[in-house]
């Protein structure tokens, strides 16, 4: 049995269980010989609009990844320092009150690079809440959609306690939260003057040919992703998902999000420098994962894999349920989503047998 045929059977499995309404996924290997993908399921709430290989799909999450690109682009252009507070490019409107500690602001001292490695110590705008009541994610996933501005996060921010002080973590534990790269999203802005939406255009879709990626917008006319699930409920968020554009509004299809991966890693975007300065230390995030600057590794143990010397995964993946790793060591590439956001740990459970189909 073919690769093809073997991850087409695992992906109907997948479909048959408990809240999987669609599927897709793809597996390529860096030397050409496995270019394998599946499909399955359906593309919208009705259930009547099959899935193809060409539907895009939300990102979410691993638009940080393209984030943190553009944010190192922006250092090699002297445009940014990652050593920087970003008081230097951020106005006191958003960083004023925003990581208040001991009576002590130290909001406009956070550093992008905490904001990159996730050691930033702020509250996050997206998970986090104040007792009592319930976090952003609790409200969308219960089907009330809403906008928000960049003013409306930090507000949001400023009603939470911070989780350490900045940097306090560093080289040991991370806090993984959205803030950091919402926050430096209004950093490109602020340094280049135009939005996040034409930065990731001009310097990462148009170069690496990305005609099926874009950053998802309900005002504009744009083809229609696949729609995402919470368990039962189809979440229909459109407003929601617009007002992620750094931390997880990005669309892509499969063979787009397959291309990206491969021009990140082989320097099309990034210098072997600057890819290590990204790589160079990790941060512990929760066992097996842990996290770089805009990557997620996780160093896959034996008994997570029938191999000897499972290795490690390079990449990211999102509450949707998407995924975009690499395995260096192996020369696979993996990209897709189960579009069902109850399951974390499932996209990377279906990771684990996507690699184990090409030996």
Request: include cysteine; proline fraction near 5%; aromatic fraction near 8%.
């Given at each position: 049995?073919?690769?093809?045929?073997?991850?087409?059977?695992?992906?109907?499995?997948?479909?048959?269980k408990r809240a999987i309404r669609?599927?897709?996924?793809?597996?390529?290997?860096?030397?050409?010989?496995?270019?394998?993908?599946?499909?399955?399921?359906?593309?919208?709430?009705?259930?009547?609009?099959?899935l193809t290989r060409?539907?895009?799909?939300?990102?979410?999450?691993?638009?940080?990844?393209?984030?943190?690109?553009?944010?190192?682009?922006?250092?090699?252009?002297?445009?940014?320092?990652?050593?920087?507070?970003?008081?230097?490019?951020?106005?006191?409107?958003?960083?004023?009150?925003?990581?208040?500690?001991?009576?002590?602001?130290?909001?406009?001292?956070?550093?992008?690079?905490?904001?990159?490695?996730?050691?930033?110590?702020?509250?996050?705008?997206?998970?986090?809440?104040?007792?009592?009541?319930?976090?952003?994610?609790?409200?969308?996933?219960?089907?009330?959609?809403?906008?928000?501005?960049?003013?409306?996060?930090?507000?949001?921010?400023?009603?939470?306690?911070?989780?350490?002080?900045?940097?306090?973590?560093?080289?040991?534990?991370?806090?993984?939260?959205?803030?950091?790269?919402?926050?430096?999203?209004?950093?490109?802005?602020?340094?280049?003057?135009?939005?996040?939406?034409?930065?990731?255009?001009?310097?990462?879709?148009?170069?690496?040919?990305?005609?099926?990626?874009?950053?998802?917008?309900?005002?504009?006319?744009?083809?229609?992703?696949?729609?995402?699930?919470?368990?039962?409920?189809?979440?229909?968020?459109?407003?929601?998902?617009?007002?992620?554009?750094?931390?997880?509004?990005?669309?892509?299809?499969?063979?787009?999000?397959?291309?990206?991966?491969?021009?990140?890693?082989?320097?099309?975007?990034?210098?072997?420098?600057?890819?290590?300065?990204?790589?160079?230390?990790?941060?512990?995030?929760?066992?097996?994962?842990?996290?770089?600057?805009?990557?997620?590794?996780?160093?896959?143990?034996?008994?997570?894999?029938?191999?000897?010397?499972?290795?490690?995964?390079?990449?990211?993946?999102?509450?949707?349920?998407?995924?975009?790793?690499?395995?260096?060591?192996?020369?696979?590439?993996?990209?897709?989503?189960?579009?069902?956001?109850?399951?974390?740990?499932?996209?990377?459970?279906?990771?684990?047998?996507?690699?184990?189909?090409?030996?």
């Amino acid at each position: 049995m073919s690769v093809a045929e073997e991850l087409q059977g695992l992906i109907n499995r997948q479909i048959a269980k408990r809240a999987i309404r669609g599927v897709l996924a793809a597996v390529q290997s860096t030397d050409g010989s496995v270019d394998a993908s599946a499909v399955a399921g359906f593309a919208d709430a009705a259930q009547t609009l099959p899935l193809t290989r060409e539907t895009p799909y939300f990102l979410a999450s691993i638009t940080k990844m393209y984030t943190a690109t553009v944010i190192m682009q922006l250092c090699r252009e002297s445009a940014v320092e990652l050593e920087a507070p970003i008081g230097s490019y951020l106005p006191s409107r958003l960083t004023a009150g925003l990581h208040v500690t001991d009576g002590t602001d130290r909001g406009s001292t956070i550093t992008v690079e905490q904001l990159l490695f996730q050691t930033s110590g702020l509250a996050d705008y997206f998970a986090g809440k104040q007792k009592g009541e319930r976090s952003l994610e609790e409200e969308l996933l219960s089907g009330n959609d809403r906008a928000l501005t960049i003013d409306d996060i930090v507000q949001r921010v400023r009603s939470l306690p911070p989780h350490f002080a900045p940097g306090a973590n560093e080289g040991r534990k991370a806090h993984y939260v959205d803030t950091n790269y919402a926050l430096l999203g209004a950093i490109i802005e602020s340094v280049t003057g135009t939005a996040v939406a034409t930065n990731f255009e001009q310097r990462i879709f148009i170069p690496l040919g990305l005609e099926h990626t874009f950053l998802f917008d309900h005002t504009q006319s744009q083809p229609t992703p696949a729609v995402m699930w919470n368990k039962d409920r189809a979440l229909d968020i459109p407003k929601a998902m617009s007002s992620f554009p750094a931390d997880g509004s990005i669309v892509a299809t499969l063979a787009d999000s397959l291309l990206f991966l491969r021009g990140f890693f082989a320097g099309e975007l990034l210098s072997a420098h600057e890819l290590a300065s990204m790589t160079n230390r990790w941060n512990r995030i929760f066992y097996p994962m842990r996290y770089g600057a805009g990557i997620m590794q996780y160093r896959l143990p034996g008994w997570m894999s029938p191999f000897r010397n499972p290795g490690t995964l390079l990449g990211h993946s999102g509450s949707s349920g998407s995924f975009a790793f690499h395995h260096s060591r192996r020369g696979v590439f993996l990209a897709g989503t189960v579009n069902q956001s109850s399951s974390p740990s499932r996209p990377i459970r279906l990771m684990l047998r996507m690699l184990n189909l090409v030996g």
